[in-house]
């Protein structure tokens, strides 16, 4: 049997049937939850099965908020234009009423140097749930966010999907607004001369409502699979982000359907509601539906968003994990000619299955060539630094993302790196995931973390968190991993690959939860940042904390290392046994 090549599948790209996809699915406002979202979902549905796909709807209730409007008014003049946000309070029909002040990026120490307490903030930077969640602990009456040169749509809360009894005390109790940088910049000079006094009014439509969720297989039945995901739900017409992005997962779904007799895993596409207006409910919620079924038998989750926009000449910066970076940089490296950076996923983009284990590939795929501070503040949110990464344009999350801001060729190129991307990972006889790259990640991060604990008290030897005992562990996963990587590079039989495949796939859903999560295998860490090791890490200096907290911190350090030891050598098991 000849060897499947997902590397000439890319050849079949249409540019043709992508715009026709993309248009199609960008004639609807698709806020979540609602009938012209229904619309779209019904249209990708559709043309899934006429390429051959089985489909399937759920629809679960989960908490949507959707934004009506917003003012501010200062010393009597209004100011616009003026949003409100996904999640941020209403005020009411006579809105809150105090002082206005400059607070800076809206961070901790910014709102204590404002003295923002009882007081309406001004702050630089886009909409976030860190300056909602930091406003709310801070007592603020409203944040009043510069957006940029346009106002951007936003979600501010920093639950991850639909609030659970223990995170409702982290659901915002704060107004948000956002203004573009010409009213912004005039209300700083405005407030350099004196105090000023602000109105802000807001509403805000959230509640609990049904959601569409809709899965298309491709001979998913009894085998192994990959899931290929992407919200459809939509900020205004969002033709880029996300109906460009719909646009790509239905064309490789054709495509790899006209070689499905080519593939050894099958092909599981999941299209999302409740990405932007409830903080990726949609994803969590099948997370949690399905999690044995998601880590029994998925061997890796690819996400697209935002595939085609103008400008957007820079594949550099997509995420991967360490375990998914290798094939992704091969791939781009030479489609593109682009040297992919490793770049670790932030806290986006409906990556809701690293508890269940699923190593990952890319968010957005491309980026804009030119960066500014708008556009650097897109990159930072999509997870990487103010220092690479172009963003996703200055339509993005705005009234103007419209048919107009998407380049076929652009938009074909971005489709032909997820075709060879899915196609390698249904086709290839030992799945293609470096184990060994997520254990140097994690060796690596350790080097960094220990430090953070050299004034931990010590009474005597008994007092020891076991770091050694992890490092110690991390090097005997090394060792077994190299011995697999061997194994696999030379002549094998298909037996062969399949047991190393497994012993990859079981030491990387090992791995994941314990490299990417504080919450571990079964819930889902707030959207406020996702470092390496989380659960290692002080949940704050430990220079500012009493003796109890560091006599108590040491315990729950050392529980900390047993579970991150239980994953390393859970992965060690899992590949020694292949070798053994």
């Given at each position: 049997?000849t060897?499947?090549?997902p590397?000439?599948w ?11 996809d993309?248009?199609?699915?960008a004639q ?6 609602s009938?012209?979202?229904?619309k779209?979902?019904?249209y990708v ?13 759920y ?7 959707l ?8 010393d ?14 209403s005020?009411?029909?006579n ?5 206005i ?9 910014d ?8 007081k309406?903030?001004?702050t630089?930077?886009l ?8 406003a ?7 944040v009043?966010?510069i957006?940029?040169?346009h ?16 995170r ?7 107004p948000?607004?956002s ?7 005039r209300l700083?000079?405005?407030l350099?001369?004196?105090k000023?006094?602000a ?16 899965i298309a297989?491709?001979?998913?039945d009894g ?25 790509t997962?239905i ?7 006209a ?5 050894t895993r099958?092909?599981?596409?999941a ?14 919620w ?27 000449t ?8 360490a ?15 682009q ?22 590939f890319y ?9 500014n501070e ?12 103010t ?11 705005t ?5 107009d801001?998407?380049d ?13 991307t899915v ?12 184990a ?10 350790l ?10 008290p010590?009474?005597?030897d008994a ?25 696999a590079?030379g002549?094998i039989?298909s ?5 190393i ?12 939860p ?6 571990g ?6 959207a406020l ?5 989380p ?20 315990h729950?350090?050392r ?6 030891r ?6 060690t098991?899992?590949l020694?046994g292949?070798?053994?």
């Amino acid at each position: 049997m000849t060897k499947p090549t997902p590397g000439t599948w890319i050849d079949e790209v249409s540019a043709d049937r992508l715009m026709h996809d993309t248009a199609a699915i960008a004639q609807w406002v698709r806020l979540s939850g609602s009938d012209d979202e229904r619309k779209a979902f019904d249209y990708v549905s559709e043309t899934l099965q006429t390429a051959g796909l089985r489909t399937t709807f759920y629809e679960p209730t989960c908490l949507v908020s959707l934004p009506v409007s917003g003012s501010l008014v200062v010393d009597d003049q209004l100011l616009s234009p003026c949003i409100t946000h996904a999640f941020g309070t209403s005020t009411g029909e006579n809105g809150v009423v105090g002082e206005i002040v400059y607070a800076g990026r809206g961070e901790d120490g910014d709102l204590a140097a404002a003295g923002a307490r009882g007081k309406i903030v001004l702050t630089d930077g886009l909409a976030t749930p860190g300056k909602a969640d930091a406003a709310t602990r801070a007592g603020v009456l409203a944040v009043v966010n510069i957006s940029g040169d346009h106002v951007h749509e936003m979600i501010v809360s920093p639950i991850w999907g639909s609030p659970t009894p223990d995170r409702f005390d982290r659901v915002p109790t704060v107004p948000m607004l956002s203004i573009d940088t010409e009213a912004g910049e005039r209300l700083k000079k405005r407030l350099q001369t004196g105090k000023g006094r602000a109105r802000v009014w807001t509403e805000v439509d959230t509640g609990w409502r049904p959601i569409p969720v809709l899965i298309a297989d491709l001979d998913v039945d009894g085998r192994d699979y990959v899931m290929f995901s992407g919200h459809v739900d939509s900020w205004h017409y969002g033709a880029m982000d996300n109906a460009s992005a719909n646009a790509t997962m239905i064309e490789t779904a054709r495509i790899l359907a006209a070689h499905r007799g080519e593939l050894t895993r099958g092909a599981r596409f999941a299209f999302w509601s409740g990405h932007s207006h409830a903080r990726y409910a949609g994803s969590t919620w099948f997370a949690d539906r399905f999690w044995f079924d998601l880590r029994e038998r998925c061997v890796a989750h690819v996400n697209v968003d935002s595939t085609g926009g103008i400008g957007a000449t820079d594949l550099t910066g997509s995420n991967t994990m360490a375990e998914s970076y290798p094939l992704a940089r091969e791939i781009i490296g030479r489609q593109v000619d682009q040297s992919l950076e490793y770049k670790r996923f932030g806290r986006a983009g409906d990556q809701s299955f690293w508890g269940v284990g699923l190593s990952s590939f890319y968010m957005s795929m491309s980026q804009q060539g030119e960066v500014n501070e708008m556009t650097a503040d897109q990159a930072f949110l999509l997870g990487g630094t103010t220092a690479r990464g172009g963003g996703l344009g200055w339509w993005w999350h705005t009234t103007d993302d419209t048919l107009d801001k998407i380049d076929a060729d652009y938009l074909v190129r971005d489709t032909r790196v997820y075709v060879e991307t899915v196609g390698r990972l249904v086709t290839d006889a030992v799945l293609p995931l470096s184990a060994g790259a997520a254990i140097d990640e994690m060796a690596r991060s350790l080097q960094e973390i220990v430090p953070l604990w050299a004034s931990l008290p010590r009474g005597s030897d008994a007092d020891d968190p076991g770091f050694d005992a992890l490092i110690a562990d991390l090097t005997e996963a090394r060792k077994a991993a190299d011995a697999v990587a061997t194994l696999a590079a030379g002549e094998i039989t298909s037996d062969q690959a399949a047991r190393i495949s497994a012993a990859i796939l079981a030491a990387t859903k090992a791995l994941v939860p314990a490299n990417y999560t504080l919450s571990g295998e079964f819930g889902h860490d707030l959207a406020l940042g996702a470092e390496s090791l989380p659960a290692l890490r002080p949940h704050r200096p430990l220079v500012e904390m009493s003796d109890d907290e560091l006599w108590g911190s040491s315990h729950a350090l050392r529980r900390s290392i047993n579970r991150i030891r239980h994953a390393v050598r859970a992965a060690t098991s899992a590949l020694s046994g292949v070798t053994s």
